[in-house]
């Protein structure tokens, strides 16, 4: 059997991840699995229609996996408002205490060349940390 490459790998993990992170965000602000409040701009989007957005940008891939820099973010604040980043770090300091937003932006200038063998324990992570939410909340997606 073929090996798959790491950009394959990162599809795969980007998918858990961002189905993870959207349903943690829709459970902290919403109190259910169905909607979150985007980060930024607070508005309710339906969990399938919002994005996992990040404070720092996805090519930063020191910073690409790091749950404290991607939050649950409506399309319009993500894609047309690249990302709201100066009310996305405020809001960052607000949920993890002062001075996060500025630490993720030090961490995210750090060089970071993913392998296979860790993108594969990436995606167990975090199948492991959806399938939690899916079992108590039922299954999103």
């Not at 902290?28 to 990040?54: F, M, Q, W």
């Not at 720092?56 to 820099?69: G, H, I, Q, V």
């Amino acid at each position: 059997m073929k090996k798959p490459t790491v950009s394959i790998m990162h599809k795969k993990v980007w998918k858990v991840f961002s189905r993870y992170i959207r349903m943690r965000d829709a459970i902290r602000t919403t109190g259910e699995p169905y909607s979150l409040n985007c980060i930024t701009c607070t508005r309710n989007v339906n969990i399938k229609e919002s994005d996992a957005g990040h404070f720092m940008s996805r090519a930063r891939k020191s910073t690409l996996y790091d749950e404290k820099n991607v939050a649950g973010q409506c399309k319009a604040c993500n894609g047309w408002g690249s990302g709201e980043q100066y009310r996305y770090g405020l809001e960052i300091d607000q949920l993890y205490g002062s001075g996060t937003a500025e630490q993720i932006e030090l961490e995210s200038q750090q060089l970071k060349q993913y392998k296979v063998p860790e993108l594969e324990e990436l995606l167990d992570f975090y199948k492991s940390k959806l399938r939690d939410l899916e079992e108590i909340y039922g299954e999103m997606w």
